[in-house]
């Protein structure tokens, strides 16, 4: 009897409890990190702006020169079938494109078939909603644009791993690595975002261009605040009112203390929540929403 | 009846043939790139430097806070069954130690149990010794040293596809990647030299420390040449006198053109040939080769 408790995936065309599903060692999606994936969630039985990640996840592809025998409408059906067979109602959905096996003994990627694979587990949350992030600022430097297109979702992240135990070492929860200027970029799968005043910024380019942080954006923007997409300094971050982190895992998530130090008063500040607020009400939008048929 | 015909892999214990051997979908090394791995060749039925590559892999492991449960000793004896299950007396032996598995919901690389897998295939060459490689200079630039270090071998290559593509629309067969100031650095696994009047000259850091690229050097020095350890510039490649590539994949390898211009004369030049003989003859040297008991 399979059991999906822990999950569904896809598999050379079939759907397998995840903890069955295997990919070949030689695949150079694991051996040279020749891929693109994208991740959506599943919120109350629905997907959560599933077009944009659509988009995004055949965009990446296309500029790594790799192609699937899956239109987007099959794609919509595979991501689903993964999740009707999960049985999950809060889901965290992974579709992912790999270079594949090349012909035997040659090192040509044109001789690969590309293969794509998807799952869906329970929702994965960096940090619950009610909780607070603690933040280091890591001397780690983010993989610059000019060596991997930070437009391309890639599992390059030997930077933020490092940058994690960096974090744990200092007794915080997560950490953000930076550019060659020092300037905050990112952190292991999130954006972030510094509150000054009525004044929002957040990393313009080098970092992954997040629906997440899109969507706290646009609400931003709607809510009358001035979004400013350009460098993020340490000093800006240390002595701003709030900073928050975006990512599918777990939406608009607050950062209360920075390398041992409060932000603000070190309390989840009112924008924040605003914010957060507005972005887990957009689920029920159906201009945001694709209902699973269950 | 099991077909080893392509290789043979050690999976969870067991040595399986390669093309069944396979991962978990869920593996960091595989969703995050958060791995280490090194190859070893194995020419006439003997390992060719065996110690400095479990030298390089184990300290690989210590930088990513990664452990195995196999001292040095299994770790050979696992190798030398990979090899011998597969019967191939000359192979192409690979070690990887990948973070593995978080618990379900964390994403937390402590609670992940790291995951030793290896695997043995034929001699994968670059270009087999009598042939010629056309290079390229990709724009395209190395991940520096400041994002992921380069002596940890890893899987982060996206840089080194995407020059190896430009490469192929160029009609070259290969690329090298270049630091932010412009100057060569590796192209997909292999290190690169320029050699003018009796001097040689190799990046010195940002690459990976090469143990072929190890032995060109120590080689270079015993027969007299001068070894420079330092930036190697666009103008210095293309005004030597012979430019070649090292790589466990095939060797010594000569590149007679760069950007379709040819290097000298365009034919494979004396040290480069006199490099490459004495490091094949190395192979039979008991000082630098582990003979397998088949």
Known sequence: MSDFSLGA??????????TEAKISILDWGFLHSDATYDVVHVWNGKFFRLEDHLDRFFAGMARLRMSIPYERESLR??????????GLRDAYVEMITTRGVPSPGSRDPRTCENRFYA???PFVWITPPESKLNLVISQQ????AASVDPTIKNYHWLDLVMGQFEAYDKGAETAVVVDAQGNLMEGPGFNIFAVKGS?????????????????AIEIAIDK?????QSPLSPELARCADEVFATSTA??????TTIDGKNVGEGSIGPITS??????WALHEDPMYSTAIDF
């Open 9 to 18: 995936a896809f598999i050379d065309g079939d759907i397998v409890p995840v």
């Open 77 to 86: 059906s595979i991501l689903s079938q993964c999740v009707k067979a999960s």
């Open 119 to 121: 799952f869906a587990i």
């Open 141 to 144: 430097q983010r993989i610059p």
């Open 199 to 215: 004044s929002i910024t957040t990393p313009a380019s080098g970092v992954l261009e997040g629906i997440t942080r899109k969507t």
């Open 224 to 228: 009358g605040y001035e979004v400013r």
């Open 250 to 255: 777990g939406g608009v998530m607050p950062i």
């Open 274 to 279: 605003e914010i957060q607020r507005a972005y």
